[in-house]
């Protein structure tokens, strides 16, 4: 046998082994994390907007604890949806509900610390107007969405940590 054919055979056999299926990410992308970072940092603009956008909408009529907790609940069956799909790619029926409940517990921990951002602003500040209202809510929201991730990623979505 000739010294080159060796390589080419044993390129060949390892090539029969690797699953044709398999995508050969580079950089911080072969990291299931960062991509499920990226992708939720996209369902988490949305949500933002549209929370945002509801809050500011509620808060005339409501105050501000209720606007922020209606904000928060209406937005939480969509977050959960998309990051469900879109973060951690998973579809159909299965354990649907399960997760959409786990997912408002997920809600119930961001509306504590958002709500209590608005209770400590509101108790310096009673006369705090929508802008500074939601300056809070926003900053904290980052704080909740961390600790959403990590909620979704390693309780309700674990299934599908390595996606």
């Known amino acids: 046998m000739e010294p080159s054919a060796v390589p ?3 390129t060949r056999q390892t090539s029969l082994f ?4 398999s995508k050969r990410r ?3 992308l072969r990291y299931p994390v960062v991509r499920q970072l990226i992708r939720f940092t996209g369902v988490g603009i949305i949500c933002t907007v549209t929370s945002l956008a509801l809050y500011a909408l509620f808060r005339p009529w409501m105050g501000p604890q209720p606007a922020n907790a209606a904000a928060l609940i209406i937005t939480s069956l ?3 949806a998309l990051n469900r799909r879109l973060t951690f ?3 159909g029926n299965r354990k649907r509900t399960r997760d ?6 997920v809600i119930a921990v961001a509306l504590v610390i958002t709500g209590g951002s608005l209770g400590v602003l509101h108790a310096l500040r009673p ?3 929508l802008a500074e209202d939601l300056w809070t809510t926003t900053l904290s929201g980052f704080v909740a969405t961390a600790v959403r991730f990590t909620m979704l990623r390693h ?3 674990r299934r599908a940590r390595h996606v």
């Not at 690797?18 to 299926?21: D, G, I, Q």
């Not at 959409?100 to 517990?105: F, S, T």
């Open 8 to 10: 080419a055979t044993e």
């Open 18 to 21: 690797r699953p044709a299926t």
């Open 26 to 28: 580079k950089g911080l």
């Open 78 to 80: 969509m977050n959960t």
């Open 89 to 91: 790619k998973i579809s």
């Open 100 to 105: 959409h409940l786990n997912g408002l517990i």
């Open 127 to 129: 006369e705090a107007t």
């Open 155 to 157: 309780w309700i979505f």
